[in-house]
C-alpha cells in the first residue's frame, strides 16, 4: 500500500523511545496521541486523555503495534515513510501543527519566525498555545520551536527532555 492509502487496524498501546516511554493512540487513518509519561504524569491519566480523543476502536490495546510505530517514529535513519498523524484542532492549530511537520529534522526555530511564516507576525504566543495543544508529540515535532533568544522554553514533557530532542535529531545528522 503507498503511504496515502495505508490503514491501520485502530488501537492504542505503550512503547518505549530513546526518551522514555509512550503512549500511542492511532485510528485507521494514523497516529492521533503521542504522549511522554512522566514522573508528574501518571499513566492512567494518560490513557483516560487518550481516550477522550479516540473512538471506541481505538480502545483495543497493543503494545506490539504501539512499539512498531515507534521504532518507526523513532528511528534516527528513516528509511520507510513516518506513520502519519491525525491531526483534530481548530483551523489555526491545525495551520501551525502542519506547519512543524514542515521543519526538517535536526532543525530548530522560533516561535516568532513561525507565526510569520505563518502570515502571522506578532502571534507568537498564539503560536506557543496552539504548539502546547499538540496531542501528537515528536511526530508533530512541537520540540523543533524555541525562544528568539535560542532557549528552549516550555515543553509539556519538560525542558531536558526537548533539549534531549534536539541534539539527538541533530546528532542523527551528523552520522
Not at 480502545?59 to 510505530?69: G, P, T
Not at 525562544?147 to 519538560?158: H, I, L, P, V
Request: a positive charge.
Amino acid at each position: 500500500m503507498s503511504k496515502t492509502t495505508q490503514a491501520y487496524v485502530p488501537g492504542h498501546g505503550r512503547a518505549t523511545t530513546p526518551f522514555g516511554p509512550c503512549l500511542l493512540g492511532w485510528d485507521k487513518q494514523g497516529i492521533f496521541f503521542l504522549h511522554f509519561y512522566d514522573g508528574n504524569l501518571r499513566e492512567t491519566q494518560t490513557q483516560l486523555d487518550m481516550a477522550s480523543e479516540c473512538d471506541p476502536d481505538c480502545r483495543r490495546r497493543s503494545d506490539q503495534q504501539a512499539q512498531n510505530f515507534a521504532d518507526r517514529i523513532f528511528d534516527p535513519h528513516p528509511c520507510e515513510a513516518l506513520p502519519k498523524p491525525t491531526l483534530r484542532g481548530s483551523p489555526f492549530q491545525l495551520k501551525v501543527w502542519n506547519a512543524l511537520l514542515k521543519i526538517p529534522r535536526g532543525k530548530v526555530v522560533s516561535y516568532g519566525d513561525l507565526a510569520e511564516k505563518l502570515g502571522q507576525p506578532g502571534a507568537a504566543r498564539a503560536v506557543g498555545s496552539a504548539i502546547a495543544a499538540n496531542h501528537v508529540g515528536f511526530l508533530v515535532p512541537c520540540h523543533r520551536v524555541v525562544r528568539a533568544s535560542g532557549d528552549t522554553g516550555q515543553y509539556r514533557w519538560g525542558a531536558a527532555r526537548k533539549i534531549e530532542m534536539i541534539r539527538w535529531e541533530s546528532d542523527a545528522l551528523a552520522k
